[in-house]
């Protein structure tokens, strides 16, 4: 495997906003900007055979990756993977069944950990390493990589419910009933988490983004040791072993506990849903150094029109001279038209030249 490249944050727009500087245009790129909405990727993912096929062949998922950099010239790139491909990777067993998503077997109690083996990582983690380092290969010089891995409170709401859930209750009871065995499988995802990002970015990774998707669903004082102490954990080993490279941090859901989160974890970025009210958090944000991402209503991507063309507008306004990327405030969806993906990118880039 070729050693890491170190980032030309010269040459890398991306990475600018990291030096506390706020470019105009915003950098842009966005949460599942690789995937079903676009042709090529399902004509890739038809090829491949299962979900997680993909995932572990190098060729292929670094051409998935690729795809929206050729198409939409975005300023970074994202691994193409999945947060489950941890828990599937320490031994658990995983599919992903059309039409419904994630199906794992479930981990409900202490007693299962024993399933988890930190050994049994290897040969698949070095799949997705040798994906990221053909995708730095294939990269137009300046384009960053974003690695990423879920967080272990949101990878333990599925390792232990076995599905995606609406209200994350299996992993919250086990949490109450027995917080020394559920913390156990924090520890295990926590370790596995920091090897995983830290071998991504030794093949080639600019940046980590560490998804909590499900952060919202905690109770004030539950979040301090499920997502923040776990989260602190990840960012302060990374900053020690790879000082140079950001990690933005994407909890979502957890409104006013924003800067008490950036403040706590140590995050160099700060990934904002929809929710998240952006003028007002942007000044104590940016006095701590860190940067702002955010956060367009993936179905105003899907509507498109003016109401879009009013909201890209209106967000990099919000973002005012504050150190600023440009996302959705979650994933994109699959019925997005490509079109819009488009427009959206022609807008940001117009949008704050003049
Ligand atoms: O952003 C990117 O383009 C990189 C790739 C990426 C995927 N999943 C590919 C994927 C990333 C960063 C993820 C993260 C992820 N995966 C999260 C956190 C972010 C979020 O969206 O909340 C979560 C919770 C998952 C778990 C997961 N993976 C679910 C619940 C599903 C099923 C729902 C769905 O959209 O199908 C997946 C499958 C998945 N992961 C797909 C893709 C492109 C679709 C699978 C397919 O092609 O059939």
């Known amino acids: 495997?070729?050693?890491?490249?170190?980032?030309?944050?010269?040459e890398c727009r991306f990475l600018q906003p990291f030096s506390g500087k706020a470019i105009s245009p915003p950098p842009v790129w966005l949460m599942r900007q690789a995937g079903r909405y676009l042709p090529e990727y399902r004509e890739i993912r038809e090829k491949a055979g299962g979900f997680l096929d993909l995932c572990y062949t190098p060729t292929l998922a670094a051409e998935v990756t690729l795809q929206p950099i050729r198409r939409f010239g975005f300023d970074a790139a994202?691994?193409?993977?999945?947060?489950?491909?941890?828990?599937?990777?320490?031994g658990q067993k995983v599919e992903f069944k059309e039409g419904e998503g994630p199906v794992l077997e479930p981990i409900r109690q202490a007693a299962d950990l024993s399933r988890l083996d930190q050994s049994r990582t290897t040969d698949k983690f070095a799949k997705v390493y040798e994906t990221v380092a053909r995708v730095r290969d294939g990269l137009p010089r300046g384009t960053a990589l974003i690695g990423f891995c879920g967080a272990p409170w949101t990878v333990a709401t599925y390792v232990v419910a076995g599905h995606g859930t609406t209200d994350q209750a299996d992993a919250r009871l086990?949490?109450?009933?027995?917080?020394?065995?559920?913390?156990?499988?924090?520890?295990?995802?926590?370790?596995?988490?920091?090897?995983?990002?830290?071998?991504q970015i030794l093949a080639g990774a600019d940046v980590v983004q560490i998804f909590d998707t499900w952060a919202g669903a905690l109770p004030t004082n539950e979040l301090e040791r499920w997502v923040i102490t776990p989260t602190r954990k990840i960012v302060t080993e990374l900053r020690s072993r790879h000082p140079e490279v950001p990690v933005i941090g994407f909890p979502k859901g957890i409104g006013v506990h924003v800067p008490h989160y950036v403040e706590e974890t140590g995050v160099d970025g700060i990934g904002c849903d929809t929710t998240?009210?952006?003028?007002?958090?942007?000044?104590?944000?940016?006095?701590l150094g860190v940067v702002m991402q955010g956060n367009l209503d993936p179905l105003l991507l899907v509507a498109g029109g003016v109401e879009?063309?009013?909201?890209?507008?209106?967000?990099?306004?919000?973002?005012?001279d504050a150190p600023f990327i440009f996302n959705?405030?979650?994933?994109?969806?699959?019925?997005?038209?490509?079109?819009?993906?488009?427009?959206?990118?022609?807008?940001?880039?117009?949008?704050?030249s003049g």
């Open 78 to 90: 994202i691994l193409f993977s999945d947060i489950l491909v941890v828990p599937h990777a320490l």
């Open 328 to 352: 959705l405030g979650h994933g994109i969806v699959p019925q997005t038209p490509p079109s819009h993906v488009a427009r959206l990118v022609e807008l940001v880039r117009q949008g704050s």
């Open 308 to 320: 879009l063309e009013r909201r890209v507008c209106e967000i990099i306004s919000e973002a005012g």
């Open 1 to 10: 495997m070729p050693g890491r490249t170190p980032p030309r944050l010269s």
């Open 174 to 199: 086990w949490a109450y009933r027995d917080p020394e065995g559920f913390s156990r499988l924090i520890d295990i995802l926590t370790t596995t988490s920091i090897e995983y990002l830290s071998g």
């Open 276 to 287: 998240m009210p952006m003028p007002e958090l942007r000044d104590r944000i940016a006095e």
